[in-house]
Every structure is written in C-alpha cells, then in structure tokens.
C-alpha cells in the first residue's frame, strides 16, 4: 500500500500566484536523508581537498550556467528584483569560491611546539569533518545565507543535508540540483534537500545530524538549541539584528543618507544586516532628513516597474511593521516620510520616523521591514550606548568625520561586524567572518572562522624518544621529581 506525501505551496509574494508545490518530508524521510549522507560524506571526505575544491568549483561553473534561470526564481519566490537576485547569486559564487580555494590552507595538519617539559614530544592539530552538517536556511537571503554555511561545510568535508524556507524551497532545490548536475558520480547524500514546514526542519534537528548551522529569528533559534541541548549536539545560530548607523559630526551627510537608503530599504528592508535605527548628531540632522528625502523621492515605488525593491515576503511581516509605525507615533515619534498609510500589502512605502521612544518596538524589536528610524542625539558617546542598546548585536555601520574616529566607534559597539563608511559592506568580503552576539546568536560563517565552525580540531601527540626520566609513570623516582622542582623553580619563579 502507498501512501501520497502532503505537499505544500510556494507563492509570487507580489501576486499570491502559486509557483509550484514540493513535499513535506517527515521525520521518516529526513532520517533516510541523513543515513544517506552518512555514507556518502564519509566518500566526500575520503576525497582530497583538492578534488572536493574542484567539484565545488565545477557547482558554481554550472550556478554560472543556469544564473538566469536561478535569478528569476529568487525574483519570484521573494519578490526581491532581478538586479538584487543576481546580486545575491554574485555573493554566494564568492563563497563558494573563497571556501573551496582556502579549505586545504585553513584546516592543514600542522604541528605546533611542545613546550620545554615535553620536548620528547610532537604535537599536531588536526581539523577533522563533523560529518552531516544540517543547514536550514532563511527566505530574505535563500542563495547568499545558506551558502555561507553549505559551501564551508563542503568544503570542510562534511555531507550537508538543507532544509530551505518553505517560502523559497525551489530555490534550495535547484542548488542540489546544479551540484547533482555538475558532479553526476558523486555518492548520493553528499548534498540534499529535505522540503517541508517547521515540522521537516524540528525533523532535522532530531535526526542525528552531527551539527545543524540555522538561520532565522532567536525565538526558532532557541527551539533548535533546546532540541539540540537533548543529545549535546553543537549548533550554529545566526539570528536577527536590529542593526544601527551613526552619522556623527563632519561625515559625508550625503553618502550616510544614500547608505542608509540601501541598507534599510534594499530587499523591502528584509535583511538581518540590515539598518533599524539611525542615531544621527544634533548638528546635522536637519541636513541628513533633507538628503533622505531627496533620497526617497528619486526611488522608483516598489509596485512599479524598475521598482526600486519588492513587497513583503512574509505577510505576517507587514503586520508587525504596521504596528511598529503605530506605536512610534502614538508615542510622540514625527513621521517626516509616510507614515500609517504606506502600509499597502504587500508593498510598504517610504517611512521615515523620527525620535520614537527608546521603549518603543520600532527602537528595541527586529521589524524587519523598510522602516527608517532616525534618532538625535547630541554626541558620539550617546549614540554607541543607544547603539548598544538592544539585547542585539549583529551588524552596524558607522560615517564619522574621519575614517580613523570611524574604526574608533566601530570597536565601541557590542556587535560581531561593522563598516565605516559604507553599510553591510563585511558580507561581501568573503574573508571575514559573520556573525554576532547576544540575541544574534553565536558561531561564524565565511571565512577562516567558517571553514572552521564545520570541522572539530583534534590533537595529536606521538613521542619521539624516551627520557630517563618519565614522570607520568609509577615507576619514577625520587630524583625526577627533585630535578623537575628544580626546573619548576628556574623556568617559573623569577619575578621578571
């Protein structure tokens, strides 16, 4: 007897079409999932980095050849436009890249010193895979975000198993696909896609996978650890962020209004870099709202074509964004752009609010949403520490009168990146890693620190020769441990 799988739908955000329908794996088929993976990441890391890098580099060759194909399905599954979907594309091509080029270099065997006490010693570190990696991806990012975590598990040596977001779970497909396509003798279970709800992915967590990398807000976040705390198993969480810029005193007012138009507004302000809240100097506020409005007026509206960015992925989004636009002004915050009625779902319109209460939703709680928060203050010093806030600490941006005052600020904030002088500029460059802190969650993708978040460090020691003395033994004397106090006393009793 057979049994037909429940299927669910994936829809045009701008339209409400529904674009195809994919299955809803249950607990059953993830398991079957993750015993493939079993065997075939064991014949992934068997391979030598240097094929593993040349596998992962022939999946981006055929990414590169489908790229069209690709960019239109982001462009349908989130709404973003197709200028910003290949952007996204471009991104996480540089971390496939960078991950399979560096892999080798990064986790080498190396050896390192053994110390004065046991020089009859050599002592290696090693970087060994975990095995089966799961990454379950976000909507906003459903190429850029996963692949930090897909493409560095890979090339760690790890099989991966990916449960997409059921708003974009095609796009999750035609990546195993384009790895099947590009390497078609490879062990089944390398790389795979499980579909489904939030029920495949607490399927995933309770399957046996040797380290699931999540990407959503904390409150999923702490279910996946609790989940994952059952059988001590390590995770990696990237959560959201209520991102700050400051625009102090001197800095270019015109470049800091443009970036923060992009970074609040870029992908219907859907981004967990992306800016919240805008802590702006006293001096030149009224400078900066001009430039910000300016700024706006030449935005194409998102419902028209060349639209400047989409609508609202997620519906019960755009609630929250209203609410948050609510309260803002009921407390006493001026809407110098828009306001309550640029709430047209799916689309949310220009919103410029300025000086909401620091209790207030828009100022403390993710909105996720293309909302500008603009805040005065009247030094440098007050806007680190409302910058630091939030129980948040991802991302941040800085525009200072000098790039050096700039670096100054930026180590000031209680976040894991920053970029002076520019916004989200930390994710393009696949060499430093992302991630952040507190209510953003913890470990790293891209980079070193990513390449090693997906594999375990292992120490080696082998002996190289006997002593005459051998204090780890029961049959020392009395005249080794004389002469290891008197090595106690030499090495470590000066005062200086």
Not at 149 to 167: C, H, M, Q, R, T
Not at 235 to 252: F, H, P, R, S, Y
Not at 310 to 319: H, Q, Y
Not at 331 to 346: E, H
Request: proline letters at 6%; one cysteine or more; aromatic letters at 8%.
């Amino acid at each position: 007897m057979t049994t037909t799988m429940e299927t669910f739908a994936s829809f045009d955000p701008a339209t409400g079409k529904e674009l195809a329908r994919y299955p809803i794996h249950d607990a059953g088929h993830v398991r079957a999932a993750v015993d493939r993976a079993r065997v075939g990441g064991a014949w992934w890391a068997g391979l030598p980095p240097v094929e593993r890098r040349r596998r992962m580099r022939a999946w981006a060759a055929e990414i590169v050849r489908s790229r069209h194909a690709l960019g239109a399905l982001i462009h349908d599954e989130t709404g973003k436009p197709h200028d910003d979907a290949f952007l996204e594309l471009l991104l996480g091509l540089e971390h496939i890249a960078w991950a399979s080029a560096h892999a080798a270099r990064v986790l080498r065997r190396r050896r390192v010193p053994a110390g004065l006490a046991m020089a009859n010693h050599a002592a290696y570190l090693e970087y060994r895979p975990f095995g089966v990696v799961g990454v379950i991806g976000p909507w906003n990012y459903p190429v850029f975000t996963p692949l930090g975590s897909i493409a560095y598990a890979l090339a760690a040596g790890n099989a991966v198993l990916f449960k997409p977001s059921e708003f974009t779970p095609g796009v999750g497909v035609f990546l195993a696909d384009a790895f099947a396509r590009a390497n078609p003798d490879a062990m089944a279970g390398v790389f795979e896609v499980v579909t489904g709800d939030g029920s495949t992915g607490a399927a995933l967590c309770g399957a046996g996978v040797d380290k699931p990398a999540f990407t959503g807000s904390a409150a999923t976040g702490s279910k996946v650890m609790a989940a994952c705390a059952l059988t001590l198993t390590p995770v990696l969480m990237e959560c959201g962020g209520k991102d700050a810029l400051i625009v102090g005193a001197g800095a270019n007012v015109k470049e800091a209004a443009d970036a923060t138009l992009w970074g609040a507004r870029s992908n219907a302000g859907q981004t967990c870099v992306g800016i919240e809240r805008v802590f702006v100097q006293r001096s030149i506020k009224a400078e900066f709202l001009d430039e910000l409005r300016a700024g706006i007026a030449d935005l194409v509206p998102p419902d028209e074509p060349g639209g400047a960015y989409g609508p609202m992925t997620m519906p019960v989004r755009v609630e929250v964004v209203r609410r948050h636009i609510d309260e803002a002004i009921a407390g006493g915050a001026t809407a110098v752009v828009g306001g309550v009625g640029a709430v047209r779902p799916p689309y949310i319109d220009p919103v410029v609010l300025v000086d909401a209460p620091d209790d207030s939703g828009v100022a403390r709680e993710e909105t996720f949403g293309p909302v500008i928060s603009v805040r005065t203050v009247e030094d440098l010093d007050e806007a680190v520490r409302l910058a630091n806030g939030t129980g948040y600490g991802l991302g941040a941006a800085v525009f200072a009168r000098t790039g050096r005052l700039g670096v100054e600020i930026a180590r000031r904030l209680r976040t894991g990146m920053v970029s002076v002088d520019a916004v989200i500029a930390f994710a393009s460059i696949p060499a430093l890693p992302f991630g952040g802190v507190g209510g953003s969650g913890f470990g790293r993708i891209h980079g070193a620190d990513g390449l090693r978040e997906f594999a375990r460090p292992q120490s080696i020691t082998r002996r190289l020769f006997k002593t005459p003395m051998e204090p780890a033994s029961f049959t020392r004397t009395r005249g080794t441990m004389k002469l290891l106090d008197r090595y106690v006393s030499l090495r470590f009793g000066r005062r200086t």
